[in-house]
């Protein structure tokens, strides 16, 4: 399973991007998708999750209201959209796979299986 982030960049505070994630894999209804992020010196946190089929997502509370996460099972991918940024969102960002049979998708990164390069988001101020 190879995964594929990209469309991060230099945006400004209030601006948006999208996020997007390839999926090399067969199967690629069996996994649940997450996104997670990485500041400087921090840890690694979960920022959204989608389900199998797309029906069942979660967001952080930090991005509630400004991301969504969404998915297109017929091309084997995932995406982020991302609205009114903020310096705080600054981070690598990471998809990720998670090889379940649950109906709905998990928020703990060590439940993943399988992870992208990461893709770095910066917003300026």
């Known amino acids: 399973v190879q995964l594929q982030a990209s469309g991060g960049g230099l945006v400004q505070v209030g601006g948006s991007l999208r996020l997007s994630c390839a999926v090399s894999v067969r199967t690629f209804n069996d996994y649940a998708m997450g996104w997670f992020r990485q500041a400087p010196r921090k840890a690694r946190e979960f920022i959204a999750a989608?389900?199998?089929?797309?029906?069942?997502?979660y967001l952080a509370d930090s991005v509630k209201g400004r991301f969504t996460i969404s998915r297109d099972n017929a091309k084997n991918m995932v995406y982020l959209q991302m609205n009114s940024l903020k310096p705080e969102d600054t981070a690598v960002y990471y998809c990720?796979?998670?090889?379940?049979?649950?109906?709905?998708?998990?928020?703990?990164?060590?439940?993943?299986?399988?992870w992208g390069q990461g893709t770095q988001v910066t917003v300026s101020s």
């Open positions: 990720a796979a998670d090889l379940t049979a649950n109906v709905r998708p998990t928020m703990r990164l060590h439940s993943y299986d399988y």
């Open positions: 989608v389900s199998r089929g797309g029906g069942s997502t």
